[in-house]
């Protein structure tokens, strides 16, 4: 909100020397954040001048000039820039003529635009100054002829300073207006505000006489009110007739509307604006002879359409609040009126609306037809409901002083019910609440100051009202925030609060750190992408670590958004990998060849019922949800469990002298794999797989205690080259979560033993549709706990082994915690090793 200092001058009292900074420092003290200064582009010296003389000068172009002699200064006194009294200047307008009082600006004058007044030949003759027009002052946009004073109703005495005349040395202050308080923004709010701030007396602009009218029909029938709030609770009309649509605004009150950061347009116009920024009460006016009937506030029907002032055709919504008479929409109530009923040049009678609509219906109309507007901004903030008649009245009387229009008593008195709020607020909540050590005299001070009514309720506990423009006192904790603000900031202890003793981080939040730690410790690099993803890249990677069994292609299941932010990514995604291969891709464009990237995050798994994918009924916004609402809400929620993933491109071995180099492969994902899941104490195993975005050949389904929880392997390459990237492509994906639920809750450890091990080599033939891992498990499981150790050395198939059959070679370390083992005992162990596998693959030991 900007807010000419002239302007607030009108009520409350600004010392002679009172500066904008000055003003800001005070309007922050009660909590406005300043924004900035506005002043007017311009400097003197400029002047009023009497035109003495035009010659006009036909030139060799076709244009006329005007070679005038213009008095700067009274007869025989220097002019404001030293210079003599009498000017002679050259100006291309033709709209004044000798004895017209104009706005000279003299040599050293500097315009908007860093234009430089000076004197300078032109046309033949040394223009000593210039006549200034409406543009050239930014008072308007007529730039085809002078300001004439006498037109402006001005008659100033010669030299008078132009810029006081005409308010371009006023200055305006902006500030921050939050949402709750919409009362501030007008000048009769800040205002007030300003008058908490400094003490200076308020003189409300609202407590002005109000002539009442009556016999224009008005009728609300809102009958299909939002959440049981009525569209328009209050509706004022009055009639002013006779007026001149055509006559100039005011040059004070075009000043205080460009500084406010409106444009001046025409004087109905201006006198509307100028009232909404007095009061914070937008008007609207109708051009009375255009209405057909009375008026009506209604809801808009299925397919109406409303052509508004801007010239666009809306169609309307049934949730849209109109204005209409007998022809139908004539204004989209709150936002912006209609083309057909628009005040213009031949208006002579004029009906003012000033009315009092509901916040969330206006917001939600600009909204939905993208149509800001200064009306819908305070709208939807809130207006004074007992401000209305006063706004009218307002309105009233200057368009019968400015426009010379006549009043009429036709109108109407709708005025807005208003029930005041009444707060209970225990006394010692305040300084409990801020840690102050204020008396109770300024609570109530401050309370009574911004206007509401204090009474006490019982001991200890005050009954507090909110005047009706402030509609968002409604809570205990707001009335603590105005008395903070009144009584000052201040006095508020900088202290820094004791943190109570913590709990530490949970289980799952220690497991996820030290995953994150070990993982990048092995010279990955952590990266955190956006959730989104598109549909094409959850067909390509399917339902992430807790379906990478399932290779099948069809469409995967996901949470979509109602609202994306980008219309080709509007998914929750199902699995980490599309972020990752799109990070992985855009530092391989960017010459980036070698990569090792992880990143932990959530997935999005939608709900189990058919057509729910964590959508539920909006609440309404004004109030809270009740405990079904929440629970419907939250039963809504897809699962979001934890994920860690992995890709690896490029090199894992340089090529250089003495080391040939090599290239990750599928083998590097799984010791990634095993790398992250070791580090939440989780054992994993794994067994042949297939997955929709790995290669048939290279993917490995990775066990937690009998359960899969992810894929390691290489990706299709079909897959990598759409996203044009060399090579080969690793990568893995763990269901985290699920890898920490299914680790001991302790990890396990073994005791160092000082006696010696015993090594064993075996070798079993089995099937080769028998995973080796299955057949290590069970070797495992069977020799006991004497054996110690134990992995696969060789996969043989060839000669001496039968078709469709392979030779597996494990080897085995025994070792006893209380003995040296004997051969034969260790050879025990391994030959059950042997039956155990015998008994559930039909191995067969290999001579």
């Not at 609202?206 to 009958?223: N, Q, Y």
């Not at 916040?359 to 409901?385: C, M, N, Q, Y």
């Not at 009202?465 to 925030?481: G, I, M, N, Y």
């Not at 090594?759 to 069977?782: C, I, K, M, R």
Request: glycine content about 10%.
């Amino acid at each position: 909100m900007r807010i000419p200092l002239s302007w607030l001058g009108e009520f409350v009292s600004l010392p002679a020397a009172t500066t904008p900074e000055d003003v800001h420092a005070q309007l922050v003290s009660v909590g406005f954040e300043e924004e900035s200064v506005r002043r007017f582009d311009l400097s003197g010296p400029l002047v009023v001048g009497e035109v003495l003389s035009v010659e006009p000068e036909p030139q060799s172009n076709g244009k006329t000039i005007n070679w005038c002699q213009v008095r700067v200064a009274p007869e025989g006194e220097t002019a404001a820039d030293g210079g003599e009294d009498v000017r002679g200047i050259v100006c291309g307008a033709h709209n004044f003529g000798p004895g017209d009082k104009v706005v000279v600006t003299l040599p050293g004058a500097v315009l908007p635009g860093d234009f430089k007044i000076a004197a300078r030949k032109t046309y033949g003759h040394v223009s000593d100054g210039m006549i200034a027009s409406a543009r050239e002052l930014t008072l308007g946009e007529d730039h085809d002829g002078i300001i004439v004073l006498s037109r402006l109703g001005l008659d100033p005495a010669i030299g008078t300073d132009a810029l006081e005349l005409l308010g371009l040395a006023d200055t305006a202050v902006e500030i921050n207006v939050t949402p709750d308080r919409g009362y501030a923004f007008s000048v009769r709010g800040v205002a007030r505000e300003y008058s908490h701030a400094s003490g200076s007396a308020f003189t409300d602009p609202a407590a002005i006489e109000v002539t009442p009218a009556a016999g224009f029909p008005v009728t609300l029938a809102d009958d299909a009110p939002i959440r049981g709030r009525e569209g328009a609770t209050g509706f004022i009309t009055r009639v002013v007739r006779g007026i001149d649509a055509t006559k100039p605004t005011p040059a004070w009150m075009v000043a205080r509307l460009q500084l406010a950061g409106i444009r001046a347009l025409t004087l109905p116009v201006d006198i509307s604006n100028y009232v909404m920024l007095e009061l914070g009460n937008p008007l609207h006016s109708y051009d009375l002879g255009k209405l057909q009937g009375g008026i009506t506030v209604r809801r808009a029907r299925a397919g109406e359409t409303l052509e508004t002032l801007d010239g666009q055709e809306r169609k309307l919504h049934v949730e849209d609040l109109l204005i209409t008479d007998d022809s139908g929409p004539i204004g989209l109530a709150g936002v912006m009126g209609g083309e057909s009923t628009k005040v213009d040049d031949a208006t002579t009678d004029v009906l003012i609306e000033a009315a009092t609509f509901d916040p969330i219906t206006i917001a939600r109309t600009h909204r939905r037809h993208k149509l800001p507007s200064e009306a819908s901004k305070r709208f939807e903030r809130g207006v004074d409901p007992l401000v209305a008649r006063a706004a009218a009245q307002r309105m009233v009387d200057l368009l019968v002083e400015l426009a010379g229009g006549t009043v009429d008593t036709l109108g109407s008195d709708l005025v807005a019910p208003w029930e005041p709020t009444e707060v209970l607020l225990p006394i010692a909540r305040v300084n409990g609440l801020l840690g102050t050590d204020f008396s109770d005299d300024e609570v109530r001070g401050a309370l009574a100051t911004i206007g509401c009514t204090v009474a006490e309720s019982s001991a200890g506990m005050l009954s507090v009202t909110a005047p009706s423009w402030r509609s968002d006192l409604t809570r205990p904790a707001d009335l603590v925030e105005e008395v903070a603000r009144i009584v000052g900031y201040d006095r508020i202890p900088s202290e820094l609060p004791v943190a109570p003793a913590g709990r530490g981080l949970t289980r799952s939040q220690r497991l996820r750190r030290r995953a994150a730690n070990v993982i990048t410790a092995a010279g990955f690099d952590e990266v955190q992408n956006y959730p989104f993803v598109s549909r094409a890249q959850l067909d390509n990677f399917g339902a992430g670590p807790e379906a990478s069994a399932d290779a099948a292609s069809a469409p995967v299941d996901a949470v979509r958004l109602a609202n994306a932010l980008d219309g080709e990514t509007p998914f929750m995604r199902r699995s980490l990998l599309p972020g990752l291969v799109t990070a992985a891709q855009r530092n391989v464009s960017r010459g980036l060849t070698d990569l090792a990237l992880v990143e932990f995050g959530r997935v999005f798994v939608p709900l189990a019922a058919p057509n729910q994918l964590g959508t539920a009924t909006v609440p309404p916004l004004a109030a809270r949800p009740s405990d079904e609402e929440l629970a419907e809400l939250n039963a809504s929620i897809p699962d979001q469990p934890h994920t860690a993933a992995a890709l690896l491109i490029g090199d894992a071995i340089e090529k250089q002298p003495g080391e040939s180099g090599r290239e990750y492969d599928w083998a590097d994902a799984i010791d990634a794999a095993r790398i992250t899941a070791g580090a939440v104490s989780a054992e994993l195993t794994v067994r042949q797989g297939t997955h929709r975005a790995f290669h048939p050949g290279r993917t490995a389904e990775l066990v937690v205690a009998g359960e899969v929880v992810g894929v390691a392997g290489e990706l299709l390459p079909e897959l990598v080259a759409d996203y044009h990237m060399p090579g080969r492509v690793a990568a893995f994906e763990l269901d985290l979560e699920r890898v920490m639920e299914l680790a001991p809750r302790e990890p396990a450890t073994a005791n160092l033993s000082g006696y010696p091990a015993a090594t064993q080599d075996l070798t079993l033939v089995v099937s080769l549709d028998v995973p080796a891992a299955e057949v290590l498990t069970t070797v495992v499981a069977g020799a006991g706990e004497l054996l110690e150790h134990a992995h696969i050395v060789a996969d043989y198939r060839g000669q001496g082994i039968d078709e469709g059959q392979r030779a597996l070679t494990f080897a085995l370390r025994f070792r006893a915690s209380d003995r040296t083992l004997k051969a034969e005992e260790a050879s025990a162990a391994k030959l059950a090793g042997v039956a155990a596998a015998e008994a559930a693959f039909g191995a067969k030991l290999r001579d």
